[in-house]
Each structure stands twice: as C-alpha cells, then as structure tokens.
C-alpha cells in the first residue's frame, strides 16, 4: 500500500459526459501528479501540482483540468468525454516539487467511456 | 525533445535466467532516470533510480547503470524469481525542461517455473 489513494476505483459513463476523479496524496506529501495509462498511448504525464500550485504540464487535453486544494487532495475533472477517454487514471504523490524525487502512485481509477 | 525507447515485449524467462531490458533516452538537459515496476492491478512502484552519470540504482537484485555516453539506463538481474513477473517501465525526468515525466511503454515480462 503506497498511501496515496484513488476514488472511484471504476467509472462507466457515456461520451460527452462530465467526471470528476479524487486522489488523496500521502501523508506529508506536497506534489500530485496525474497520468493517463492506455494501450495505444502507453504513461503519459498530465499535469503536476505542488501546494495548491501548478508545476509542471503535460499531454494534458484542454477538456480536461486539475487542482489542488488546501488540504493537498486533488481532483482531475475530464469533460466531454470521448470513447478515447477510456484509460486507467493513475495518481502519484511526492514529498518534493522536484520530479527527480520518488513518487508513490495510487491504484489507479479506470474509466470507460461508452 | 525528451523521450524514453524501451525494449519491447513480452519477455519469457524460465526461473533463475539472467533478465536484460533495455533503456535508451533523448534529453536536452541532465535528467534523473528511474527504473518502475507494476505489478498486476496495482499502480507503479519505484524499483530504482539514478540521478548522475555512472550511477548504479540497485534494488531487490535488480541493477542499472546510468551511461551517459550511450544514453542508456539498461535493467538487469541475475537470476529472476516467479515473483519478478510484472511490467518495467524505464522513465526519466529532466528539471531542466520544466519539471516532466517521460515513460517507456513498457516491457511485460513473465518468469515460468
């Protein structure tokens, strides 16, 4: 158990539709960091926030956003879904904002767009 | 640009086989190079890391050396266990082009009796 945890474990919904993805960081940690995992796209980094900052973007779609809140927990908000949406969702926290650090990663939210 | 070009797979060992992945990178600055494993249904952990040329990470058997004259940060073990069986990504991170993570795709290996 690596700390960090992810709520929901699964999400089905339809194309066009709105979701909202929770993660809580470790105890202690600042940083959060968002990833997509898919077959055809493989680990993409998405964003990265550090105390309630963002730090670092990545292959980030303008349909989705992130943030983090006062108590460190932060949410990924992903709307008009489409079917290529579908992906396992995982988020990872760190002690620093520095990505040299290791990150502890959650057990992921898979979401499946129909 | 950075990117991370792993071997692909799936790798098939028999039990005690001496396992090789490979990890060739492309960075603009000096990046820190990571070693992560998955195990089934489970997220990424950290396995190991090297943040300088000709380090060595080394965690639980496993090995790699950061060589920066051949941008590599090749994967190794001796003798690997059933237990081993998961998916390696090799990833790296540069703070000198903004703070981002770049990940291989992946190598599934599976380890047989």
């Known amino acids: 158990d690596s700390g960090v945890t992810q709520t929901p474990k699964h999400l089905i919904t339809a194309t066009g539709q709105r979701v909202t993805l929770r993660c809580s960081p470790r105890?202690?940690?600042?940083?959060v960091y968002w990833y997509q995992q898919s077959l055809d796209q493989g680990l993409q980094f998405l964003i990265q926030y550090y105390n309630g900052e963002e730090r670092a973007k990545g292959n980030i779609l303008e349909r989705f956003s992130a943030q983090q809140f006062p108590d460190l927990h932060s949410e990924l908000n992903l709307s008009s879904l489409e079917l290529g949406d579908s992906a396992l969702y995982f988020c990872?926290?760190?002690?620093?904002?520095?990505?040299?650090?290791?990150?502890?990663f959650g057990p992921g939210t898979r979401l499946t767009v129909t | 640009g950075n990117s991370v070009t792993q071997m692909e797979g799936p790798v098939t060992l028999s039990e005690e086989a001496f396992l090789t992945i490979n990890c060739t990178y492309t960075?603009?600055?000096?990046?820190?190079l990571f070693w992560y494993v998955q195990y089934p249904g489970e997220g990424l952990q950290l396995l190991l890391k090297a943040t300088k040329a000709d380090d060595k990470g080394s965690n639980k058997g496993f090995e790699a050396t950061y060589r920066k004259e051949t941008t590599s940060f090749h994967l190794e073990k001796g003798s690997v266990q059933v237990s081993d069986s998961a998916v390696y990504f090799c990833?790296?991170?540069?703070?000198?082009?903004?703070?981002?993570?770049?990940f291989g795709t992946g190598t599934s290996l599976t380890v047989i009796p």
């Open positions: 105890s202690g940690d600042l940083s």
């Open positions: 990833a790296l991170s540069d703070l000198t082009t903004g703070n981002q993570f770049y």
């Open positions: 990872a926290s760190s002690a620093t904002g520095l990505s040299s650090y290791e990150q502890y």
């Open positions: 960075a603009t600055g000096y990046p820190s």
